[in-house]
């Protein structure tokens, strides 16, 4: 029995409340550690259309996941940026640490650096252990970042067989089915690209009956071409994990067909590019058009799903604590027996006591932009030069608890701080940051 299902409560935190237990933990699938691992991060998946209410979307395969597994809606990404998260994800630790930064160049963010050695990936624990480890990448995840290391097989999609309906559905299928004829524990971890721009909807999905706006049916569209490769997958014993790299924005109407895979690549990005050089000074006000990602460090694009569901994890439990995606190392490694003594200490935490019905002391989560109000404005998007020409934007960091966001660039004082009571405030429109400054100044202390 799920531990829903046993008091008819809606979340673990509930359930604690009503029984008074510290400690339960209903399997939702066997009562012992998982052997293997499915690791879906699919890029710029918000936790708001993912795991929402009254969601625009029509998503069963990612439904039946969370009501076999537990579902972390308050998880946040450490940034904005694919690079950025993923070393995250590899390393457990913040990128201060891990040294893969995000850097402005032509007013977009992206990333640069390599990641720390001294901070052993998840792959190359799992390797250590034994494991089978293989991975199938695209975007920005080149070899050259270091995020292969650890990886037993590494194939990065670069124009061949991108997209689950392109080909990679049936590249994934044989590839689980040759990791599980090997003997071996493995794990496999797959970057989808089907919400990122450009946004890929199939035909039969591009109607309002499965979503509002283009990202809301590429949403809709890459569920249906999941079930393939889910299917292939022994939930008994094997986690299977469904996660965000970061969000992205809520930008909508005229920009959105943008959006679509026959104009993005010809004129949507230098539109694109025109948008951000008039507008870039007043980004942040103009949320409501934004498109891209990592240009802020709000809830709609730091604001990710965490699912976890099979082997070694609880059924049909919603967990409302705030989380970084630097816990999922620790936590991984717990739920799969594996000690982490002898490994540098971490920023992340293992969530298994949450997991089990139990509490961890709350603390702060950090994350981290490049400021784009603080970019020189004499670089016009369009001029191809190297990163190093231009000037460094001081970066943009922000201090989350469950009730509270501050958002400031502490090399740059002409940059108001920014300060929301997420309760009461969940868009992050009313800035208390002059009204609260004892707010402010504890929030910088925590960090």
């Known amino acids: 029995m799920s531990c829903l299902a046993a008091t008819g409560v809606t979340n673990i935190r509930s359930r604690r409340a009503a029984t008074g237990a510290r400690f339960i933990y ?38 039946a996941l969370v009501r076999g597994g537990a579902a972390f809606t308050q998880a946040v990404s450490v940034a904005g940026n694919t690079h950025v998260c993923l070393a995250s994800l590899a390393t457990g630790v913040y990128p201060f640490l891990h040294g893969v930064r995000p850097i402005s160049i032509n007013r977009f963010n992206l990333s640069a650096g390599k990641m720390n050695p001294a901070w052993p990936t998840l792959a190359e624990v799992l390797k250590g252990r034994g494991y089978l480890t293989a991975a199938s990448m695209t975007g920005p995840a080149l070899h050259t970042t ?38 071996r524990p493995w794990f496999y971890f797959v970057h989808l690209w089907e919400i990122h721009a450009p946004r890929q909807v199939a035909p039969e999905f591009a109607s309002s009956r499965f979503g509002r706006t283009r990202y809301e049916r590429a949403l809709s569209s890459l569920d249906a071409d999941l079930k393939h490769v889910l299917d292939a997958v022994a939930l008994a014993d094997t986690l299977v994990v469904v996660h ?25 990005i230098h539109v694109s590019r025109v ?40 059924a049909g439990c919603k967990v409302p604590d705030l989380i970084s995606q630097v816990d999922f190392f620790p936590t991984f490694l717990d739920l799969f027996g594996i000690p982490l003594e002898g490994l540098p200490p971490r920023n992340g935490r293992s969530l298994r006591p949450i997991l089990e019905g139990g509490t961890l002391p709350e603390r702060p989560v950090y994350m981290e932009a490049y400021s784009g109000r603080s970019v020189s404005r004499r670089f016009l998007p369009w001029r191809r030069v190297r990163s190093s ?32 009571h997420l309760p009461d405030d969940p868009d992050e429109r009313r ?17």
């Open 26 to 63: 209903t399997w939702g699938y066997q009562d012992m550690p998982p052997r293997n691992c499915l690791f879906l991060l699919v890029d710029c998946l918000r936790s708001d259309l993912a795991l929402g209410e009254g969601r625009p979307v029509v998503t069963p395969n990612l439904d």
């Open 431 to 447: 800035n208390l940051a002059a009204t609260r400054p004892e707010i402010v100044e504890g929030l910088k202390a925590r960090l």
């Open 389 to 420: 020409a231009f000037e460094k934007p001081p970066p943009m960091v922000a201090v989350r608890t469950p009730e509270w966001k501050l958002i400031w660039v502490p090399e740059d004082p002409r940059i108001p701080a920014e300060l929301y």
């Open 146 to 183: 270091g995020f292969s290391r650890g990886f037993d097989r590494y194939d990065y999609r670069e124009t061949e067989d991108v997209y689950l309906r392109t080909g990679l559905a049936g590249r994934l299928v044989r590839e689980i089915a040759d990791l599980k004829v090997s003997g």
């Open 244 to 268: 965000g790299d970061h969000g992205a924005g809520r930008g909508g109407g005229a920009l959105d067909i943008l959006l679509h895979p026959r104009l993005h690549d010809r004129i949507g």
């Open 275 to 314: 948008f951000y050089a008039l507008f870039f000074k007043w980004i942040h006000s103009l949320r409501f058009l934004q498109q891209s990602h990592g240009l802020n460090l709000y809830d709609y694009m730091v604001r990710v799903p965490l699912v976890l569901s099979g082997a070694g994890v609880p």
